[in-house]
């Protein structure tokens, strides 16, 4: 049992930073968005969609610029940059909308040249692999990884959105309670970045 509570010390740490006030304030805001607020806030370019567009740019440059193991860090910036475009759908939502209909948008396959998104995509996630490898932003994952602890708070709240979210779209049709879980889960994203990156507590120097 000792040892089990020496392990735990060790490895991962429960306090509470001043970053987690923000994921605590979004897992709190979920409950309440679902039942008050407009169903169109939950629609594509709409008031989550660009909350979450603001976390994610934050955490991109955030990650840019680090003040430790930059090279993930670049890594994490290239995740991030994929997330915002995807939650743009690519620019699918931003510049192909079915005039006269609400939320509804053409798909790629409706769209000349729609074909060449999924390769782009795919090129891009293969150069973003081979950039982890190459750079060995993975040995400063595991450097992290061996010697900062874990704040524990900051991963349940983004393993919540992650939950939240999937639940949502895969039984429910509720375009708020998806958005806003997926917002919990990006702002989560954002202040881990800010921990690790910025925090001297967190930095694996």
């Given at each position: 049992?000792?040892?089990?509570?020496?392990?735990?010390s060790?490895?991962?740490?429960f306090?509470?930073?001043?970053?987690?006030?923000?994921?605590?304030?979004?897992?709190?805001?979920?409950?309440?968005?679902?039942?008050?607020?407009?169903?169109?806030?939950?629609?594509?370019?709409?008031?989550?969609?660009?909350?979450?567009?603001?976390?994610l740019?934050?955490?991109?440059?955030?990650?840019i610029?680090?003040?430790?193991?930059?090279?993930?860090?670049?890594?994490?910036?290239?995740?991030?940059?994929?997330?915002?475009?995807?939650?743009?759908?690519?620019?699918?939502?931003?510049?192909?909308?079915?005039?006269?209909?609400?939320?509804?948008y053409?798909?790629?396959?409706?769209?000349?040249?729609?074909?060449?998104?999924?390769?782009?995509?795919?090129?891009y996630?293969?150069?973003?692999?081979?950039?982890?490898?190459?750079?060995?932003?993975?040995?400063?994952?595991?450097?992290?990884?061996?010697?900062?602890?874990?704040?524990?708070w900051?991963?349940?709240?983004?393993?919540?959105?992650?939950?939240?979210?999937?639940?949502?779209?895969?039984?429910?049709?509720?375009?708020?309670?998806?958005?806003?879980a997926?917002?919990?889960?990006?702002?989560?994203?954002?202040a881990?970045?800010?921990?690790?990156g910025?925090?001297?507590?967190?930095?694996?120097?």
């Amino acid at each position: 049992m000792t040892k089990f509570l020496d392990f735990i010390s060790s490895h991962f740490d429960f306090k509470l930073y001043k970053s987690t006030i923000f994921p605590i304030l979004a897992a709190l805001a979920v409950i309440p968005c679902v039942k008050y607020l407009p169903e169109h806030f939950g629609y594509e370019n709409d008031v989550l969609e660009n909350l979450q567009l603001v976390a994610l740019g934050i955490g991109f440059f955030l990650a840019i610029f680090s003040k430790t193991s930059k090279k993930f860090f670049y890594f994490v910036a290239l995740v991030l940059f994929l997330l915002f475009a995807r939650e743009l759908n690519y620019g699918r939502t931003v510049f192909f909308a079915v005039p006269g209909e609400v939320n509804t948008y053409y798909s790629w396959k409706q769209i000349k040249y729609g074909w060449l998104v999924n390769p782009i995509i795919g090129l891009y996630i293969v150069a973003g692999g081979l950039y982890f490898f190459i750079s060995k932003a993975f040995v400063e994952l595991w450097n992290i990884i061996k010697k900062v602890k874990f704040p524990v708070w900051n991963i349940l709240l983004l393993i919540l959105g992650v939950v939240l979210g999937e639940y949502a779209e895969k039984t429910t049709e509720n375009f708020l309670f998806e958005e806003s879980a997926e917002l919990l889960f990006y702002i989560s994203l954002t202040a881990m970045i800010w921990l690790y990156g910025y925090n001297k507590k967190f930095r694996c120097e």
